[in-house]
């Protein structure tokens, strides 16, 4: 129950956040905001880590590099999710987001991409994604 919370939570903020990076990006610029946005972000986790870290950051070494990765695409993702919603708006833009995720999060399960358990990727999976994309094209109908 704990994990369906968090996921809801990450995807209500996820969205607000778009709208927020997109309306501040009229006034900054589109790289301004990024700066700032990823900026903020890096200052607010290094002291969270402080507080309440129970790693080190010593430990990066070990670490698959290709994971090191994942603050470039902190910055692809919050510049697309931006571009997105000033061309299709918050709506449009985060359905096609979410089918986007949940396809490629699919891909990585039946793969057993990054190290995780395979899980396979089914015809219902296939008619998911698929009703998914049917919603959106429905719901832009006029």
Do not use: C, H
């Amino acid at each position: 129950m704990l994990g369906l919370i968090f996921s809801v939570i990450a995807g209500a903020a996820m969205s607000i956040q778009g709208v927020w990076n997109t309306r501040l990006q009229e006034k900054m610029g589109m790289w301004e905001t990024t700066a700032f946005v990823q900026g903020t972000g890096f200052i607010v986790s290094i002291i969270i880590a402080f507080i309440f870290g129970n790693g080190g950051f010593k430990e990066i070494g070990e670490a698959n590099k290709l994971y090191l990765l994942g603050g470039i695409l902190g910055i692809v993702i919050t510049f697309t999710v931006m571009q997105g919603i000033d061309a299709l708006g918050a709506t449009y833009a985060i359905s096609a987001i979410l089918i986007a995720q949940l396809t490629v999060a699919a891909s990585i399960d039946a793969f057993g991409l990054f190290g995780t358990e395979k899980i396979p990727f089914g015809i219902f999976k296939i008619i998911g994604i698929a009703l998914m994309i049917g919603g959106v094209i429905v719901f832009k109908l006029k």
